[in-house]
């Protein structure tokens, strides 16, 4: 079904081949194929949530490239419809002038009132114009078929849209279980549940609490990790979105906070941009579920506004790997991602949070992170 889809996604496209929404799609469906191939070869639970990981980021550009290329179909559509429209007149006269000439002809019709020389005048004319009627005639064709193909194209890229989101919601489910089976993690310590209630509780800020992060973990045995080491400005966002407020900035509530805010589509995978020690996983204060990464000793990446979160505290994950989803609505439909929506930033519903702490010192993520390039 994932073989059929990445094959299916190249086809509502045929007709913008050569838009960015073709390429992407293009690219969707090689993504796509090849995320497929490693789920089926995928050989116990760590290669299969890897295998579902990349699966899922697929179908997320796939879909993404999807959304924009009904997008631009509309807006042709629309366009060429208007332009008919406008021309409604000049096509009457058209199509009069062509029925005129294509009418069986009658002695009569070749009577000119100033004699044979008008007659022979008239028949020159009637010469020269036949040509560029039919060439109008063919111009219009072009266009009444364009606006069909992409009446047409909209239909199908609708159906396989559907399709996809159902098959990314079941990649979703999967991930769920392998996640819940996954056991063979390393662990750097093991959190101490008493202390953890404790500090949440006489904390208010984030400050306090990171700050705090090293009483909660007892039998801490391995050094931190230290994998940051010429990646600094060149790491991945760890989910695919568009950058809502830069650090520092004031949001509609008067809140200013010195990390970013991301917006993402409802159910959007959220990955370690880099290996590291999850140092906590929950809800905290009005962050929501927070996942809380140390990619190395005094440097913590504080992920907050998740929906589900995957893993504990103290295990060592790799770079890419899932720690959670975004919120929204679990059974996805193709109307929210229609058209209409799509393109205005509301597609995206949901928004992630990120803030970068040094020696327990925000810093600006966006020199930390790229974030110059929509994730679909």
Known sequence: MIRALAVALLLPFGALAQTDAGAEA?????????????????????????????????????????????????????????????????????????????????????????????????????????????LRAQALRRDLEDVQTLRDLQVDAEKRLRDGLTQVQAARTALNQAMANRTDLPKRFTQDPVRTGVLIASTETLDGFASGLAEIAVNETEPALETLDGQIGELPLPVQGLLLRAAGETDAAGVTRPGIILATRARAIVTSPTAATIRYVGPLLDLGEVVILEPRADTLFVLAGLDVVYGEAGQVIAGETPIGLMGGPVGENVAQGSTNRDGAGTERSETLYIEVRQDNIPQDPETWFRTDKDGL
Do not use: C, W, Y
């Open 26 to 134: 293009r690219a969707a469906a090689a993504a796509l194929e090849t995320a497929a191939v490693q789920l089926d070869e995928a050989d116990g639970a760590r290669d299969r949530v890897k295998a579902l990981t990349q699966t899922i980021q697929a179908f997320e550009r796939g879909l993404g490239a999807m959304r924009a290329g009904l997008r631009q179909a509309a807006i042709s559509e629309a366009q060429i419809s208007q332009k008919l429209g406008a021309r409604d007149s000049e096509i009457a006269e058209l199509l009069g002038a062509l029925q005129s000439i294509g009418g069986a002809p009658t002695p009569t019709a070749f009577l000119h009132p100033q004699g044979p020389t008008g007659t022979a005048r008239a028949g020159m004319l009637l010469a020269e114009l036949t040509p560029v009627l039919n």
